[in-house]
């Protein structure tokens, strides 16, 4: 019984700390240029756990839209060749529901700058 209680202390800790670090996260702000001619201001925040979130979100609170909700993403070289496309499988449907427009950015760091990654998803309402 209190090697249980002693485990579960420590797990407690160790969750407790690692919610800061993960709200510290750093994140990324692009400027999207999307197919509907809309100009987005997006943030997407890095939660430290892997995988990205599939959400930018405007970086100027109140305004409209809040986010961009993405559910394809793909990576295009500059002679458009395309170098890597993803969809998830909760992308099944979404265009019923939503109006999707294509949003994209030049990759301004890393091995892939130059390169546009283009996304294809719904805006959300503030």
Do not use: K
């Amino acid at each position: 019984m209190r090697r249980l209680v002693i485990v579960c202390a420590a797990l407690a800790l160790g969750l407790a700390t690692a919610a800061p670090a993960s709200a510290d996260a750093p994140s990324r702000v692009r400027e999207l240029t999307c197919s509907d001619g809309t100009t987005f201001s997006g943030e997407q925040v890095r939660a430290g756990f892997g995988t990205p979130p599939r959400t930018f979100r405007n970086v100027v609170q109140g305004e409209e839209p809040a986010a961009f909700t993405f559910y394809a993403a793909s990576v295009i070289a500059p002679d458009g060749t395309v170098v890597e496309s993803l969809t998830w499988d909760d992308s099944q449907g979404v265009d019923v529901h939503h109006e999707l427009v294509t949003c994209s950015f030049i990759i301004p760091i890393g091995d892939l700058t130059g390169y546009t990654a283009t996304f294809t998803g719904f805006f959300v309402p503030a």
